[in-house]
């Protein structure tokens, strides 16, 4: 994305964490905050109380001004911006994006070929449009939750929030698609993106099951994936993660722990989805005769999938991690950050992390230069 500038109204996780991707693939992203901030800086940890850790990994390599957009200095700076710029992406409420002046037609009239990017909770065309939406409000609308109900016994949220960051991704795919369009036909558009519907489809793609067909010809769930005894399995010592599914594992585990399973009613994958909560509790049962590392090196050699259970902290000294150079390491002016780095490969045109994080307005008055204005009064 180098030569492409981007600017982004964003705000929390979703849409920054979107344009981040984007600065680390080499767009010119310039963050367009409020005089008080985006309020995420304020939500984690970080060495001053605008640069949480939260924040910090979000808009790594951006360029930050801040501007009054009630104030008519403001909206003129902005609208300048837009006419250098190939992205636009927001995240307000489509009622407050217009009463600003910053709806898609009067962008459009700007920069007639921008790609118009909307991050919403609720798509503009259904009864939950003004609705606001956190990830956990979502995560119990989307489904998630209530699957969690279904393995766990009772209603829970993830540890991670996933909604943000899977509509974030979905961002920015449906941008680079946009992209993909102008670069093909020279046309710009308007792209929207609901966290709502962006999780309703991703909980869908295996717990739709039966449900697609007409009649149905099952309830709206993946059975293995909600069964109550799907977990980690407790071995002497700890735990360990398993997975003894497809033909080939679960034929090799037998012949080596277990030659009393070869029988013909758990001889095949479908025959064992059909039982897989019976299946589950033998496995549970066997998994405890051996500790944690004795299994580990047991199911290595038999190349069935298996790993230890980890903690973040852990993640962050992963071995396989710093051999594949993931971690990349940034000057600051306040000190140097390690960062969970790209985690896609290319080999003709390799990304990386773009830089540090702005802190506010660090770049006003280059991007005025930029723009050609000396008067920077009343902006932010």
Not at 292 to 313: C, F, G, K
């Amino acid at each position: 994305m180098a030569g492409m500038r981007v600017i982004d109204l964003t705000a929390m996780v979703m849409g920054p964490y979107a344009t981040q991707i984007m600065a680390d693939m080499g767009a010119d992203v310039i963050k367009v905050e409020p005089p008080a901030g985006d309020a995420t800086r304020l939500i984690s940890v970080g060495p001053d109380a605008e640069l949480g850790g939260v924040f910090v990994n979000c808009n790594r390599g951006k360029r930050s001004i801040a501007l009054d957009l009630a104030s008519e200095e403001g909206k003129a700076v902005l609208r300048k911006l837009i006419a250098t710029a190939d992205v636009f992406i927001h995240s307000m409420r489509a009622k407050a994006i217009a009463r600003l002046g910053f709806d898609y037609e009067s962008v459009k009239a700007i920069r007639p070929d921008i790609v118009y990017t909307n991050c919403y909770g609720y798509g503009r065309r259904g009864p939950y449009a003004d609705k606001p939406a956190y990830d956990d409000t979502i995560q119990a609308e989307c489904g998630l939750v209530g699957v969690q109900a279904l393995l766990n016994g009772e209603p829970g949220f993830v540890g991670t929030i996933m909604a943000d960051k899977i509509a974030g991704m979905t961002a920015l795919y449906a941008t680079s698609m946009a992209l993909l369009h102008r670069a093909r036909t020279g046309e710009g558009q308007e792209v929207e993106i609901g966290m709502f519907e962006t999780m309703a489809a991703f909980m869908l793609v295996e717990h739709a099951n039966g449900t697609i067909f007409d009649p149905p010809l099952g309830e709206a769930h993946y059975p293995r994936a909600v069964s109550r005894n799907r977990r980690p399995y407790k071995t002497k010592d700890g735990y360990i993660a398993a997975l003894v599914y497809n033909d080939k594992h679960w034929n090799a585990f037998v012949g080596a722990v277990r030659p009393d399973w070869a029988t013909p009613e758990m001889a095949t994958l479908g025959q064992r989805a059909k039982q897989i909560d019976h299946i589950y509790t033998k496995l549970g049962e066997t998994f405890l005769e051996r500790t944690t590392a004795e299994w580990l090196e047991l199911l290595e050699s038999l190349h069935v999938p298996a790993a230890p259970i980890r903690t973040t902290d852990e993640l962050l000294h992963d071995p396989h991690l710093e051999a594949t150079g993931f971690f990349e390491e940034v000057d600051s002016s306040y000190g140097k950050l390690r960062f969970p780095g790209v985690p896609t490969w290319f080999s003709q045109s390799p990304a990386a992390v773009a830089g540090p994080t702005p802190r506010l307005g660090e770049h006003g008055a280059e991007i005025l230069d930029e723009l050609g204005i000396s008067d920077t009064s009343d902006v932010a």
